[in-house]
């Protein structure tokens, strides 16, 4: 008996059981099954585009996926870890860019989707992918925080731009669009409205 015959007959001896037990509402909990699509491949969907297309641009939708969660991430860190006279407004501030950068997680693992590709999801496996630094566990100062802050906006912002670059030569309209519109347009805003904390200038009394 084949694999797959042999589950589909024992499901159903399950199923005879359970209802002549008057038992059809128990959970059948503990399962696993096949993968349905590996990731890293895609499948063909008809968008008017070519499978090596779709591989090319859902392969650079996971990089700035993996990129974008990481950052969303320190935001979230840095929002519950500030310190000292600033406290007030960049709590603020850095949970405004944590929802930010989260809709755009969200575009960008749907973009990957919709290409038929499959979108990057777990904490360990981001951790693998991103090429973003690695924080430590504690607490850094504010301009610590900023710094490391701007450096991974300037990552996801130079292969954003080297991808949307690629979508637009593939003919990928609704790749180069994600990247542009989305993806650079909010990482060069909040580069500016977090970059200006790094400026030294006098608070109380003009030099
Ligand atoms: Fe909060």
Known sequence: ?????????????????????NES????TNQRGQILQEYGTVIR?????????CLKSAEAL????ADTITIRDMYKKHHWQVAGPTFYQLHLLFDKHYEEQNELVDLLAERVQRLGGI??????????ETKIERPPRGREEVPVQISRLLEAHEIILKESHKYADEADKSGDDGTNDVLVSNIIRTNERQVWFIGEHLVDVPIVEAD
């Open 45 to 53: 969907l008809p968008i008017g585009l070519e499978r090596a297309v």
């Open 1 to 21: 008996m084949s694999k797959a015959t042999k589950k589909t007959t024992d499901t159903k001896s399950k199923k005879t059981t359970a209802n002549h037990n």
């Open 62 to 65: 996971n990089q700035v996926l």
């Open 119 to 128: 979108a990057l999801a777990m904490a360990a496996d981001v951790a693998e």
């Open 25 to 28: 509402a128990e959970l059948i």
